[in-house]
């Protein structure tokens, strides 16, 4: 459960303390930890080709298609016992108890997109890559993430997820008991770095 204190002035405190007081670091590091800590799945999307479709019909033609994602996406994460955290341009940010939680809101909220799609023009057309990690997370006030996890899935969400695709980090994948079938290994290279992923085979891809 969140921790009463865990806000984004008492977590400024804690790190100037920190900055001050450098022989107290470890100290520091273990009341920082108690207090905004949590062991929590993470679920990164991004809208697909956002750049060029604000290129070529406006932020307001932008704000709305954003608008549309958040009232798809927001009841699916609910239902699936996760919790938006934030959201930024055309990224939406959710954390959920269970790497599984987070598989099954994804797909739901593919699965919306791809109903939604078949009633609009292709210029209103919502798609998204999606990537989930799990492991020990700071959530600060409720509304931001930090972490290694946390940066691995947005990486995999942001910049390597394709249309339609569910990417997980190694750590994630390694909290289910997986049918094989239903996943491809995937070795990746980003910014210098070299990460095993985990793509789920089969998504909704309706145009």
């Known amino acids: 459960m969140p921790h009463f204190h865990n806000t984004r002035a008492e977590l400024n405190r804690l790190l100037q303390e920190r900055n001050d007081y450098p022989e107290r670091s470890t100290a520091i590091d273990t009341q920082i930890c108690a207090i905004f800590e949590q062991d929590c799945a993470m679920f990164i999307l991004d809208l697909s ?6 290129l070529r019909y406006g ?3 932008f704000l709305a298609m954003v608008h549309r994602m958040n009232a798809i996406a927001t009841p699916l994460v609910k ?9 930024e341009a055309d990224n939406l940010f959710a954390v959920f108890p269970t790497v599984q939680g987070a ?13 939604v799609n078949t009633r609009l023009p292709d210029e209103q057309d919502l798609y998204a890559g999606i990537g989930i990690g799990y492991g020990k997370t700071l ?24 249309r339609g695709e569910v990417l997980l980090t190694e750590a994630a994948f390694g ?9 491809e290994r995937l070795d990746l290279t980003i910014s210098e770095l070299e990460l095993i992923a985990y793509k789920l085979r089969t998504t909704p891809t309706a145009h």
């Open 49 to 54: 080709g956002f750049s060029r479709l604000t």
């Open 59 to 61: 932020v307001i033609h």
């Open 79 to 87: 239902q699936h016992h996760g919790r938006i955290v934030k959201q």
């Open 103 to 115: 598989i099954d809101s994804a797909v739901a909220i593919l699965k919306g997109f791809a109903a």
């Open 139 to 162: 959530v600060i006030d409720e509304t931001d993430l930090y972490g290694s996890e946390m940066n691995l899935a947005c990486k995999l969400g942001e910049d390597l997820a394709r």
């Open 175 to 183: 909290q289910l008991q997986p049918d094989p079938q239903q996943w």
